[in-house]
């Protein structure tokens, strides 16, 4: 009789202990998908072409401007990805406008006429986001 109850015991399921296999395999692969998600690199994580991207759309430019210098130092550059061109461009043009309009501001012509170049330069390259290059140049106005 112990035999055949000892037997019972080790053939059922636990409902409770399917539910924490099936659970603990769903977390597995959550965080999988997430050390996916973020790249890493170098010691340093880069800003995905979206997120730089958002930061433009929102007046946000000097901190689209401090991620692509950040990726930059990481080693990504526009020639890394198609995707990060343009909003690589964005922030060039804001960078270089932010300078032309210090030297321009200075008197100093020389220098400011270095940066209209670049400017221009950045613009080119800007692609589909051309219509931000205003809203920057006037945010420096």
Partial sequence: MKTMKANKRVRRFSLFGVLVVLLSVLLVVLLIVAAMKTTPTRGGYQSRPSSILFDLQKGRYSDALSA??????????????????????????????????????????????????????????????????????????
């Avoid at 932010?98 to 670049?118: P, Q, R, V």
Wanted: charged share 25%; aromatic share 18%.
């Fill in 68 to 141: 692509v210098k950040e990726n930059r130092a990481l080693g990504f550059d526009e020639s890394s990805d198609p995707d990060y061109a343009a909003p690589y461009a964005v922030c060039d043009y804001y960078e270089a406008c932010s300078y032309y309009t210090a030297f321009k501001k200075t008197g100093d012509e020389e220098n400011a006429a270095y940066y209209e170049k670049l400017m221009a330069q950045a613009f080119e390259r800007m692609g589909s986001l051309q219509y931000m290059a205003e809203a920057i140049a006037s945010a420096w106005d």
